[in-house]
């Protein structure tokens, strides 16, 4: 049994240092956190709603029903009109955010051979990414993400974190193919 156990151990340790295999798992985080995971939880107001947000997308539940609001939407709001103010400006660093986090992804994926320069511009496009969504958060609900507009948990701190110190720790030769 034990020979098992270390032969599946071996394979393991083996599988995660090859790295062609650690680029797409990177790929594949960028995904997930792209098209999945949320980014934030938030209350609206005095809790007359609360909602989650994932980089492109928003799903809110309030007493008038559940939203599902992609970027799309978010977008037509502010060419409209519909929203103005300081939420407007929330919602414009969301979506600068979100094309910023989109094009760090397609670099990532398109470019055939990364070098250091290359994942320096990914790294350098994450940590703007980041910037954006804090100021989104400061201009919506203040600097202690806490005000009148309700207040929010920003889980993006920890997944922009994590998305940067796997790309950071990618092992680099001269060039590697992805």
Known sequence: MNIILTKIEKFIKNFLIDS??????IEIYFVVLFFILPIRFYIIGNF??????????RLQFTEMGTSYIPITSEIGYLVNGNIGGISAI?????????ITFLLCFLTFILWDLMNKEKIRFNLLLIIV???????????QYGPFFYGDSGFVIPFWLLELFLCYYYVANME?????LC
Not at 20 to 25: F, G
Not at 172 to 176: A, E, F, K, P
């Open 20 to 25: 062609k295999i650690k680029n797409h798992l």
């Open 48 to 57: 007359q709603g609360w909602g989650i947000q994932g980089v492109n997308y």
């Open 90 to 98: 929330s919602i414009m660093m969301n979506i600068f955010s979100s």
């Open 129 to 139: 990414s980041g910037l954006l969504l804090l100021l989104s958060d400061l201009f």
């Open 172 to 176: 680099i030769s001269d060039q590697i």
